[in-house]
Each structure stands twice: as structure tokens, then as C-alpha cells.
């Protein structure tokens, strides 16, 4: 434009500059082909007698009549962003008779010039930024479709505007009849002549300590992209309506504020944030400036709106304090977000929205009261098209009779099924925290109860039953079934079923006669041969439970587990003695008339053998302590016997059958005093051969991937950072034709996605991830690599809950960080030396049953909720 032409240039508001920024950066020409996703259409039905020419006519006196409908927006040589307005410019009209089709004809015609309207990008610096196309349907049908970019008028301008236009129409085309138009341009001035300086330094306090922003999209969902937002729609019945408001009114807090509320509720699900912040669109007229209600302009601004939830304040505190925190800022709401991001320190804040639409304009366009013309507003006209913001998700809100919720989304973030689930669950939080005002928040509903009972669901493992058995049982009925095959292997032997089931049983009788019986712990410490082994079955046929005791761990350890566990007995030999305590009775193995019997409680007075049962203690294990002080787990028969059962189902079978049927050779490379060595051992129980590593050869990879070759190992069960090793080592190379193991059990450290990508890509290898603390016997989650792309903890072992949960004890979604929850047959009894903890106590003090948070280190102890 000449300058001649030009009535002012003003500068831009801190919206209008960021809207600005993404018209250009999209192409900013008419024709660059790419949509505006700030192209904004209202559709109006018009019924009666209709004037075109006087309609036409009323156009163009609404832009000469407001000023902020006549500008461009260019940059000037410096770089400056400016609205330059034209003096005068001419309507952009257009008329388009459908009326000679037929009623289907004329909808699909119409759908598709809305459509096709709603992507026709404007010039950003050839005014007027507004047009209009009038639709003829019938002699007394029209549809005015009037669209603008959002640029040029905010939610509370477009229905002055349209209000005007019918108001002029009415009058013939004059708007004589109107008040004077506010200039927008009073409030630029009002604008520039702020206290910026205390604006930024109230809004540093207000966002002091904030963690990094709240994301929904990973980061991702800022980036301009081509695919826009889609809208889901709901609406809160005229009753809900009516409860949330009499609820807000008797709180003295406002329906938006329960809006934002149950957003920041709802963020807080999706984030696993309970400080969240998310962008609150304000109208940014501010009282102070005379006629501010009556411009027509941008005034709005999107700032940032920072709740913190803690789960245990009522629903009425959060309400009244989430109002009390947004009024101390309502004088600092002019400040743009870039300027606000820079004052606090951060370039991101959130990637979502949330508007509260005070001025509808149904109500404008119905208080025309044009003389034989009914105006409405024709919702949803148009196919999906890409509109809206950048963002991923931008909740509009819209009071009336049934409060209207519009959730905009970005379809390359959430599809329309995940944004209507969202959606579901806003409705229900709106009426909750208005409803239940004494509720925790905490316990307020996240979930629809379908969505709820769904997640519930899948995070349960296969449903089994079997007979009510004890380890020792399964053991001594392989033995039965398999006699003479190989069950235990060393370096210096190996035993067959029958022989190691002999040898338990002659140990398990002196144990008897020593006082081991159910309600005892004995002790193993013995050196990794097959006689340890034995004395691990030994122990569960006298019907002690089982504690393991390594002889080259620290003698202070060492003492404070005996001291704690208080063992009966401690099975050791002449080797390992002396790293024991002086004060614990000792059986020695390899020597039963040795003179520490003496020590020994009298046989002569021993209680006859008592088997144990399912709910006996099977073993107890101590955990590493890196969380703190070792806690002894206690694993009764019933969990070991329910995880025999899931990994013969889901490893042992399988493996076995791809075989060929033949037992398996399994290696027992884990430390026998951590539960992971049950694992290896649950595989000879299973019927297969195990093959105890011996600790020289365990530890050096190169002679482990030499032994695995030699015995023709099948099963391996490592860390990922010791298979990395191995692989280095030739593991799997094969070379020679060499025996390759077959079986590779990964467990106790995140698995990387290199080391992931390179063992599925070895053909004939299975390869499974295996997850579980020690507080659930051994396993309570495995992932199968022929099943997974990704490094993942996967699904449930077989009766087996597991949810990741937030900090309010609400399952998380897919890919929202969360702890995990633990629940089901494989959660260990407690802990020894605290006999009030159990898991069913544990459970009830923590979720109604939802399951026990039994682990939590590091990055171990977090994992999205796809497993990953």
C-alpha cells in the first residue's frame, strides 16, 4: 500500500505478532498453497426475505466503520512487524446459487465450498483480511459465510462485528444509527504504556520452580506442521450445566476457573505432572480503558496458567486457591508469551490451551432483530478441515444452557478416537469437582469408568489355575517322570533326576533331624556345584524355606542377614565355614560327623518331618540394598509355583518345542543369594539340564562364550551389559559350526535399543527381556523380541497385575512416565523382621487393591506405561 493510502501503522499486539510469525513462516501469500490454520469461519443461516445488494452494501459500511478491519501486516526494512491500515478498501464478495440443485446436491455443494473456503489463505498485506460469500439454497435460504483471519478479531470481536453488520443491514446499509466505533488503536496506545518491568517480575514469582514444561506431545507439538487441528465436541446435559454453575456461584469462584481446574487435572494424568502449566487465552480488555468492552480487534493473549495439584486438597480448596493464584495476575495479562518465556528463563512453557468463551455469538447475531429475517449460526457445516492453532490440544469452552466443550487436537498428535477419549474424561472431572467439594482431589475420577475398567483389564496377566502344590513336589514328580535324565551338571559331575532327588533326601532327613521345618529359615552356603543344588531341594523337602548366603560377600553383611533372618541351620562345608559367623549352628555337607554337630540342636528331640504347604515359605532372598538397608523378601511355595507355571507356559515350552523336544541345556551364571538364579533353576525343575557355571568362568566372558560352546549350552540368562560382552566374545558367531546358543534371557538392567536391534536380527535366536523386583518372585513381566520392535518390560506374568500408576495412584496412559504397581500371585509375603508388612496390607494402604508398589530404583523403577 502507498502511503497516501494509508489511514495509520501501528504495531502489533504479543498475539497478533505470533500469529503473524506463522502466517509467513506457512508461506504468507494467497496462493503459497499451504492452509492458515488461523483462517476462522462462521457459517450463518439466513431464513426470510433477503436484500444481496443492501447485505453487500452493509459490508463494506462494517469496514470503513472499523479500522482494525482494514489492516495489512507486513515487516518493514528493519524487521518491524506493523499493521498498516488502508483508508479505505472494498469488500471481498462473492455469490453462489445453489438453489436449481436438489436438497442432498446442494449439502454436499455447500459442505464442500465451506471446506474449500476454509483453506483459501489470505494475503497477509492486501486488506481486508475478512470475506465474505454469500450461498442462495432457496428464494428464502441463504447461507453467509463470513471468514477472517484471526489476526485481525479475537472470540469477543466477532460477535460485535457480526451484531454491526446486521444492525447496518438493518438500517439500510448505515450505521448512522450506531454509537462511534472505540479505535483498536486506543488500545495499542494503552498497550505500550504498561509497567513491563513489574509485569515480568510478577510473573517470575508466579512461575518460580517451575520442572520444565508440560508437555502432551513430546516436545513435538509446537513445530509448525501441515496437518492442522480437528475438533471433537461435547456438552455437559442442561442438569450437569446447572449443578457446575450453582456449584462455582456458592464457591465464589467462576465455571472457567473449575474448567482449568479439571484441565490441570487432566494434565496432570497425561504428563505425570502434578505442577502443570498450559495456556490460558485471555480477553485482555481491561476495565481501566473506556469502551475496551466495544473494540473490535485482538485483544486477547494466551499466558501461562500454572496449577499445582496435591492429591490430598479438597476439591473446593483447589478451586478457591487456582482462582485466588489467577487474580493476582489479571493486571500482568497484557505481557506476551515470549516476553514472559524470556523473563523466566525457559523457551517453552506447555503446548496446550485452554479458552472460555464469554461472548457467543448466537446471542450477537439474534439481537440483530432483523424485521422478517432469522440469523443463526450453522454449526459444523464442513467436512474436517485443518483450523485452529499450532498447538496440539485447545480446549474451548462456551457457556450457555449446556456448557459446550471443543476440543481442538492435532491430528498428527492425537487422532479423533484419542481426542474424544479425552474429552470423555474432561466432562466428568468438570461435574466431580464441582459435585463432590470435600473430595480429595486425588480421588477424583480421571478415568470414565469404561476407560478405567479397560486399563484394569489389560494389565492383568493370563488367568491360570492349577493344583495347590509346593516347589519341592513339582521337583520330586520330574523326577519320577524323568529319572534317569541329566538334572544337574558341574565341573567335576553331573547327576541324573534320580540321583540329585536321592541326595536331597538323605540331606533333607538330617536337616529334620536338626529342627528344619516349616516356619524356619536354613541357610545355604556352599560353593556352585551340584551340592548346592541338592541342599537348595534339600531344604524345601525338610520344609524350611530356603535363605542363600554368599561366602565371598563381606563378613559384615554376612553377619547382619543371619542376625535379622535368624537362621535354624546353615548348610556350608569345610570351605565356606569359616566365613560365617561363629554364633550360627552349621551343618557341614561334606561332613556329617564333623564335630560342629555338636552345635546342632539335639536329633534325638527333633519333631518328626512336617511337609510344607503352598502358603509356607519357600525362600527368602535379600535385596542389594542400593535403596537402602537389604530387606529380606519372603516367597512363599504358592509364588514360586505360580511363576514355574507362567515360564513354563510362556519360556520352557516353547524353547523346548522348538528344540525338537529334547531337554534343554540351561547355564546357572546368576549369584545363587539373588532371587534371578531361581530363573535357572525353575528350567531343571521344568525337566531340562543345568549346568552350574563355576565363578572363574562366569566372570570372564571369553571362557563363558568357550564353556557355552564346549557343553553345548542352549540357555543363557544375563544382564544386557555382560551380553554385550559375550556378543563381543562370539557368543553367537557359530564359527566352525560350533553349538550357538539358542535362548537368551536378558534381565536386572534396561535393555538398550542397539543391543535390542542387533540380537532380533540374529536369525534362529529367541531373545526375552525379563523384569521383576525381588518383592515378586523373580519375574512379573516379560517381553518376547520376535514380539516387540522396541526394548520393552512388556505384558504381565501370568496372574499378575501390574499398572503403572501416577502419584495420585491413577493408571497412567500410553507413554506417560509413571511408577510401577505390582499386584497378583507373585507378590511376596514381606519382609523379614517386619511381619505387619504383607503385600495383601500393602495393597489395601495403597490403592483399594489396584496393587503394591514393591519397587522403585532408579531408572528401573519408572517406565511408561507401554513397557518401554
Not at 387 to 399: D, I, K, N, R
Not at 510 to 539: E, K
Not at 745 to 758: F, I, K, R, Y
Request: charged share 25%.
Amino acid at each position: 500500500m502507498r502511503q497516501t493510502t494509508l489511514e495509520a501503522v501501528l504495531p502489533l499486539t504479543p498475539l497478533q505478532q505470533g500469529m503473524l510469525f506463522h502466517a509467513l513462516f506457512d508461506g504468507g501469500e494467497a496462493d503459497a498453497g499451504g492452509v492458515d490454520f488461523y483462517n476462522v469461519q462462521t457459517p450463518l443461516e439466513l431464513v426470510g426475505a433477503l436484500d444481496p445488494e443492501v447485505l453487500r452494501g452493509s459490508c463494506a459500511t462494517l469496514l470503513a466503520r472499523h479500522g482494525s478491519l482494514r489492516a495489512g501486516f507486513l515487516r518493514r526494512r528493519s524487521g518491524e512487524a506493523v499493521q498498516a491500515v488502508a483508508r479505505a478498501v472494498e469488500p471481498l464478495w462473492e455469490e453462489v446459487d445453489l438453489s436449481a440443485f436438489g436438497e442432498d446436491e446442494r449439502r454436499v455443494r455447500l459442505t464442500r465450498l465451506l471446506t474449500e473456503d476454509r483453506a483459501r489463505r489470505f494475503d497477509m498485506t492486501r486488506p481486508p483480511l475478512l470475506r465474505c460469500t454469500l450461498v442462495r439454497l432457496a428464494a428464502d435460504r441463504h447461507v453467509l459465510v463470513v471468514t477472517h483471519h484471526h489476526i485481525l478479531l479475537d472470540g469477543w470481536s466477532v460477535p460485535l462485528v457480526l451484531g454491526d453488520l446486521f444492525r447496518i443491514y438493518r438500517d439500510g446499509g448505515s450505521a448512522d444509527a450506531l454509537e462511534p466505533a472505540v479505535p483498536f488503536a486506543d488500545y495499542l496506545g494503552w498497550l505500550g504504556a504498561q509497567d513491563r518491568d513489574r509485569a515480568e517480575d510478577t510473573w517470575r514469582t508466579a512461575l518460580a520452580g517451575v520442572d520444565g514444561p508440560t508437555l502432551v506431545a513430546g516436545g513435538h507439538g509446537t513445530q509448525d506442521s501441515d496437518r492442522g487441528q480437528r475438533r471433537v465436541v461435547a456438552e455437559l446435559s442442561e442438569a450437569a450445566t446447572a449443578r457446575v454453575t450453582q456449584a462455582a456461584r456458592s464457591r465464589e469462584v467462576t465455571v472457567n476457573t473449575v474448567v482449568q481446574a479439571a484441565w490441570a487435572l487432566l494434565l496432570t494424568s497425561l504428563t505425570g505432572r502434578p505442577d502443570v502449566v498450559f495456556g490460558n487465552t485471555v480477553a485482555g480488555r481491561p476495565p481501566e480503558l473506556a469502551g475496551a468492552d466495544r473494540m473490535v480487534g485482538l485483544m486477547i493473549n494466551t499466558v501461562p496458567a500454572r496449577i499445582r495439584v496435591d492429591p490430598a486438597e479438597t476439591a473446593a480448596a483447589l478451586l478457591t486457591r487456582v482462582q485466588a493464584e489467577q487474580t493476582e495476575l489479571l493486571g500482568h495479562q497484557y505481557l506476551g508469551l515470549a516476553d514472559i518465556q524470556r523473563a523466566v528463563g525457559v523457551t517453552e512453557l506447555f503446548d496446550t490451551t485452554v479458552a472460555f468463551e464469554n461472548y457467543p455469538v448466537e446471542e450477537a447475531v439474534q439481537g440483530a432483530q432483523v424485521a422478517g429475517l432469522t440469523v443463526g449460526v450453522l454449526r459444523d457445516a464442513a467436512e474436517d478441515t485443518p483450523e485452529g492453532t499450532h498447538y496440539p490440544l485447545s480446549l474451548a469452552v462456551y457457556p450457555g444452557p449446556r456448557l459446550r466443550l471443543e476440543l481442538n487436537h492435532r491430528e498428527d498428535v492425537y487422532d479423533t478416537e484419542e481426542a474424544t477419549a479425552l474429552l470423555d474424561r474432561l466432562a466428568p472431572l468438570l461435574e466431580a469437582l464441582a459435585g463432590r467439594p470435600d473430595t480429595p482431589v486425588g480421588r477424583l475420577p480421571v478415568w470414565t469408568a469404561d476407560q478405567h475398567a479397560r486399563l484394569l483389564a489389560a494389565a492383568r496377566g493370563r488367568t491360570t489355575t492349577h493344583p495347590a502344590r509346593t516347589l519341592h513336589e513339582l521337583f520330586e514328580e520330574q523326577a519320577r517322570t524323568t529319572p534317569d535324565a541329566i538334572a544337574a551338571v558341574d565341573g567335576t559331575g553331573r547327576l541324573t533326576f534320580a540321583e540329585l532327588d536321592a541326595d536331597a533326601d538323605r540331606l533333607a532327613a538330617r536337616l529334620t533331624a536338626h529342627g528344619a521345618g516349616p516356619g524356619r529359615l536354613v541357610a545355604v552356603a556352599l560353593p556352585r556345584t551340584t551340592a548346592a543344588v541338592s541342599a537348595i531341594i534339600a531344604v524345601l523337602k525338610s520344609g524350611a524355606a530356603y535363605l542363600p548366603l554368599d561366602a565371598d560377600q563381606p563378613a559384615d553383611r554376612i553377619a547382619a542377614l543371619c542376625a535379622e533372618a535368624g537362621p535354624a541351620l546353615v548348610v556350608a562345608d569345610g570351605t565356606t565355614r569359616t566365613a560365617l559367623p561363629a554364633d550360627v549352628p552349621v551343618l557341614l555337607a561334606d561332613a556329617p560327623d564333623s564335630a560342629d554337630a555338636a552345635a546342632l540342636p539335639d536329633a534325638a528331640e527333633a519333631p518328626a518331618r512336617k511337609a510344607a504347604g503352598p502358603a509356607d515359605l519357600a525362600y527368602v532372598v535379600y535385596t542389594s540394598g542400593s535403596t537402602g538397608r537389604p530387606k529380606g523378601v519372603a516367597v512363599e511355595h504358592r509364588n514360586l509355583v505360580n511363576m514355574f507355571h507362567s515360564h513354563r507356559a510362556n519360556f520352557f515350552t516353547p524353547e523346548r518345542e522348538a528344540a525338537g523336544g529334547r531337554p534343554l541345556r540351561a547355564a546357572l551364571t546368576n549369584s545363587l543369594g539373588f532371587d534371578a538364579s531361581w530363573s535357572q533353576l525353575l528350567w531343571m525343575v521344568a525337566g531340562n539340564e543345568l549346568h552350574i557355571v563355576d565363578d572363574t568362568v562366569r566372570k570372564d566372558a571369553l571362557a563363558l562364550v568357550a564353556h557355552a560352546a564346549d557343553a553345548a549350552i542352549d540357555v543363557l540368562d544375563t544382564t544386557p551389559s555382560v551380553a554385550r560382552q559375550l556378543l563381543a566374545a562370539g557368543l553367537l558367531d557359530g564359527a566352525g559350526g560350533r553349538h550357538r546358543v539358542r535362548t537368551l534371557a536378558l534381565g536386572g538392567e534396561e535393555v538398550g535399543d542397539d543391543l535390542w536391534n542387533e540380537l532380533r536380527a540374529i536369525p534362529g535366536l529367541s531373545v526375552y527381556n525379563l523384569y521383576g523386583p525381588a518383592e515378586c518372585t523373580i519375574d512379573a513381566m516379560f517381553c518376547r523380541a520376535a514380539d516387540s520392535e522396541r526394548p520393552s518390560l512388556g505384558g504381565p506374568a501370568d496372574n499378575t497385575d501390574i499398572h503403572v500408576l501416577d502419584g495420585f495412584l491413577h493408571p497412567v496412559p500410553v507413554g506417560v512416565v509413571g511408577e510401577i504397581y505390582i499386584g497378583g500371585a507373585g507378590v511376596a509375603r514381606g519382609y523379614v523382621g517386619r511381619p505387619g508388612l504383607t503385600a495383601e496390607r500393602f495393597v489395601a494402604d495403597v490403592g483399594g487393591g489396584v496393587g503394591a508398589r514393591m519397587y522403585r530404583t532408579g531408572d528401573l523403577g519408572r517406565r511408561r506405561a507401554d513397557g518401554s
